[in-house]
């Protein structure tokens, strides 16, 4: 690789490092994530409860779309629907707490679903 194909970067403390033109991120800049789920980083498998709403008490305030820390929520505009994303929610209650409309959003027991995740022969 050529001298013109790197940019080198001096950082403080740490000497010079060689990034490939293409590889060059701006400072401060924001990375794109990858697109959709990621199956191999299924966190489900620990829950004991799982947010179970109801739809004639939800108003789609999106409280809970926002509060959730792993993204379970997702909104559809254009049907202007909530739903749930299983994989990747942890039962941490979150979204229940930030629900604005009491008994919109309720902890149900995972064992209550069928092939609910506590169920897993191999839980990992």
């Known amino acids: 690789m050529s001298k013109e194909d790197n ?18 991120v701006p400072f401060g800049a924001v990375t794109p994530a990858p ?24 108003t789609r305030c999106l409280q809970c779309y926002l509060a959730c820390p792993d993204a ?5 505009e254009e049907d ?7 994989d990747f929610c942890k039962g941490c209650q979150v979204c229940i707490a930030q629900c604005t409309v009491d008994g919109a ?9 069928e092939g609910g995740v506590v169920r897993l022969e191999k839980p990992f």
């Not at 379970?72 to 559809?76: A, G, I, N, R, S």
């Not at 959003?105 to 679903?113: I, K, N, S």
């Open 7 to 24: 940019m080198a970067k001096a950082l403080p403390g740490y000497g010079t490092i060689d990034v490939p033109k293409d590889r060059v």
């Open 35 to 58: 697109v959709g789920t990621q199956k191999l980083f299924q966190t489900s498998n620990w829950r004991v409860v799982r947010p179970v709403k109801d739809e004639e008490k939800c």
């Open 72 to 76: 379970c929520w997702v909104y559809k």
């Open 80 to 86: 202007d629907t909530l739903e749930w994303v299983g």
């Open 105 to 113: 959003l309720v902890a149900a027991p995972e064992l209550d679903f």
